[in-house]
């Protein structure tokens, strides 16, 4: 069983939000799960152009460190994301991995992994961040098993039980990976996630041959 968490802070060391997810870790790693951690601000990812061209080869022609990250991801039985609120949203470090990721949404790549999220905040919006960040799993094809956000500006001591509920966190997300849980309501979210991108991949497959040939290939549920 393996867990990756995804740190979109560019603060290194200081990220609180890291404090959340490496909680999360140590829970899933108490629970049997092998871990692995990545600061993607300590890597080299360039903003999406809209090209299309994973769409056709199933390949980025940008030469940076996305490869090596999604790589990461698709060997994982579950990924955890974790993002500051920045203006209301994630940190423009992770939205850039998270928008290189178009072709993994038309595929459904994360079909059978599961997810949780984590998010800090100083003022407001960590629950919303989290959220985001859920949905977004969700919308690649996982299952997710819960969120933990923190508004840490009116009291910076909130990251001791927050830390507490995200190692929590931790072992039940390693619970489900072992035990193939199943979420009715998600499931009938990912069977009309798979119909309508099956359709829009068919609608276009004299152009994006290879998330046809991905489709073609797999079977209907």
């Given at each position: 069983?393996?867990?990756?968490?995804?740190?979109?802070?560019?603060?290194?060391?200081a990220s609180r939000t890291?404090?959340?997810?490496?909680?999360?870790?140590?829970?899933?790693?108490?629970a049997g799960a092998e871990t692995g951690y990545i600061d993607i601000a300590d890597h080299e990812i360039r903003p999406c152009t809209g090209c299309t061209l994973c769409y056709r080869t199933g390949e980025c022609p940008k030469s940076d460190d996305f490869a090596a990250v999604?790589?990461?991801?698709?060997?994982?039985?579950?990924?955890?994301?974790?993002?500051?609120?920045?203006?209301?949203?994630?940190?423009?470090?992770?939205?850039?991995?998270?928008d290189r990721m178009a072709d993994a949404i038309h595929c459904q790549r994360f079909a059978g992994k599961y997810g949780c999220a984590v998010s800090t905040a100083g003022g407001s919006g960590a629950d919303e961040v989290a959220a985001y960040l859920n949905q977004t799993l969700r919308v690649l094809g996982a299952t997710t098993v819960g969120a933990v956000g923190v508004v840490l500006g009116p009291d910076p001591d909130a990251l001791f039980p927050a830390e507490e509920q995200a190692y929590r966190l931790g072992t039940d997300l390693a619970a489900a990976v072992?035990?193939?849980?199943?979420?009715?309501?998600?499931?009938?979210?990912?069977?009309?996630?798979?119909?309508?991108?099956?359709?829009?991949?068919?609608?276009?497959?004299?152009?994006?041959?290879?998330?046809?040939?991905?489709?073609a290939a797999r079977p209907k549920a």
């Open positions: 069983m393996r867990i990756l968490g995804i740190n979109g802070s560019p603060r290194g060391a890291r404090r959340l997810l490496e909680a999360v870790l140590q829970g899933a790693a108490a999604y790589e990461k991801m698709l060997a994982a039985d579950a990924i955890v994301l974790g993002s500051p609120n920045y203006i209301d949203n994630v940190s423009a470090q992770l939205k850039l991995l998270l072992r035990e193939g849980r199943r979420y009715p309501d998600q499931e009938a979210f990912h069977q009309g996630m798979e119909e309508r991108m099956r359709f829009l991949v068919e609608a276009h497959k004299d152009e994006w041959t290879h998330e046809y040939d991905t489709w």
